[in-house]
């Protein structure tokens, strides 16, 4: 009987493979990336790796020597406290000691402080309460300290924003409509992210982290593209770090434009060229998880995609890796073997800068 | 022009999402002879099935599915004269889509919602945050045939849960398909929860829905 190995599926669910299988998986995964995003496939050498990777017997496994990254960490400050259904876990400490823990014991090498609703419009009426948070973590601490939020334009459509939702009037073929409400919705994110980050800055925060943009489709980005241009023209020496919320950026709007390329239908390689020209100083690509799909089938994807990124970005790429991102399994709290094993592979065959 | 030529213009006329197109392809085909049915099947229906293979690589997007559901509704209008009474209006089926109660996301559930309606389907879309009995009650108002449950938080999840229950205590699952989907939800928590169906993204739905329903 064959040697079996212990995976997971991307819905976590334990999974035994045999070495034959795994790479039967690994190579449909990369193949659908190949095909998706127009990219090459991995090398026979890279798909050795990664098989090695899967295969090692122990539970965790980490970097070879001299290959460590930095980790950057998005939300941290609440992930301590934090226990509404956030992947918090619960324990009552204020964000100056989540963001001091994540220092000084978990070895983040930059943090980010957070407010709980974690998007940039709910951010408004608390400016004052987040400038005072920034200030006394920037009085605490040493490694860089950015504030961040998700740029989530659908707060800006009805009924939680002035701007009647692109959803209601698509449905009714209000397709102009839904367009000019996009447009209009992204004046105004642009407009609150570059009005809030105005404020952190002068509160001395190091940057600022967009936390996954594009949720709200190609608007999103739109806006957020546009944001990240003007805080670059206003605070030269600003930390721009710009995080995607998924692999392929949706048009929901179809025909919005940034440097003369059509937004809608980018991949991660594609996002970088914007990103950098925008003005950020780090990528953070996305690749989502298959739920049912093994990790082999993920992760085969996930680092095709992303090592395509690394190679055509000009500014450095530190991956997303979590909770059904970067080939682990979607679940709360990622179990640590499928989460080191896919960082591992990140950073050795996808040759990304971060985490 | 071959029938097969002819099925082609029709589709790919659906694939530009230009109206006007449309209709000069359905004019063309009627005049050619062809049978409303087969237009509408082998031309502009399998031209939709090609604008959702496209939608899912990425190729084309929301607005232009909405437009080339637009344009067929038009293709189908002006073919309607010549078909017999109710089968141009004829439904795939009646489907319930909603976000369940205490969860706000909205824009996955929306274009599922819309790419079932492009499909055929009469989709009844009530929204996010949806108190569990609106569904029952929703499903009862339409006699609906499925009912989509969407849930982007593990903590929500449990409403999919409690919905299946509420249909099954009303004697009602026998006759209501159950398709859950959402971030956190997988097929494993379907199977777990009795769901009849997930679907990873809007095009599997659509999909699935055809799968169960016709």
Known sequence: ?355 | MSNEEMFKQLSDAIVSCKKDAVLAAVEKARDEGIPPAEIIEKGLAAGMNEVGVLFERGKLFLPHVMMAAGAMEAGVALLEEDMPKDAASKKLGIIVNGTVEGDVHDIGKSIVSTMLQSAGFEVHDIGRDVPLQDFIDKVKETNADMVGLSALMTTTLQGQKDVIEMLKEQGMRDGVKVMVGGAPATEAWANKIGADCYAENASEAVTKAKELLL
Not at chain 1, 143 to 157: E, H, R, T, W
């Open chain 1, 1 to 355: 009987m064959a040697t079996e190995y212990k995976l997971r599926m991307g819905d976590g669910k334990r999974l035994f493979m045999t070495k034959e299988q795994i790479v039967a998986d690994l190579k449909e995964g990369m193949a659908d990336a190949a095909d998706l995003g127009d990219i090459p496939d991995l090398s026979e050498d890279e798909i050795d790796k990664l098989v090695e990777i899967i295969t090692m017997p122990s539970r965790m496994v980490g970097v070879e020597q001299g290959m460590e990254v930095p980790v950057t960490h998005d939300i941290g400050t609440i992930r301590i406290d934090g226990d509404q259904g956030n992947s918090g876990v619960g324990i009552p400490a204020s964000r100056l000691v989540g963001a001091m823990m994540h220092e000084r014991a978990f070895g983040a090498d930059t943090m980010e402080l957070g407010h709980i609703d974690y998007s940039y419009k709910p951010a408004k009426p608390v400016i004052a309460q987040e400038m005072q948070t920034m200030e006394v973590c920037q009085q605490n601490m040493i490694v860089p300290l950015l504030y961040g939020a998700m740029p989530n334009m659908g707060l800006y459509y009805t009924p939680d924003g002035p701007f009647e939702n692109p959803g209601d009037l698509m449905k009714a073929f209000k397709i102009d409509e839904a367009r000019e409400s996009m447009e209009h919705s992204a004046k105004h994110l642009t407009r609150d992210i570059v009005w809030i980050m105005q404020r952190m800055m002068a509160s001395g925060s190091d940057g600022v982290n967009f936390d996954t943009i594009g949720a709200a489709g190609d608007g999103d980005m739109y806006a957020s593209l546009h944001a990240i241009e003007s805080l670059r023209k206003q605070f030269p020496d600003i930390y721009i770090e710009a995080g995607m919320a998924g692999e392929l950026l949706l048009g929901m709007h179809g025909e919005l434009e940034y440097d003369g390329t059509v937004l809608a239908g980018l991949w991660p390689h594609q996002q970088a060229a914007l990103v950098a020209k925008a003005g950020a100083n780090v990528f953070g690509p996305v690749v989502n998880t298959n739920t049912s799909k093994s990790s082999a089938w993920n992760l085969g994807r996930a680092v095709t995609f992303i090592k395509q990124a690394v190679k055509d970005s000009t500014i450095p790429c530190h991956v997303n890796m979590g909770m059904g991102v970067g080939g682990i399994p979607m679940l709360e709290t990622p179990t640590v073997d499928a989460v080191s094993r896919a960082s591992k592979a990140m950073v050795e065959i996808a040759g990304v800068d971060g985490i």
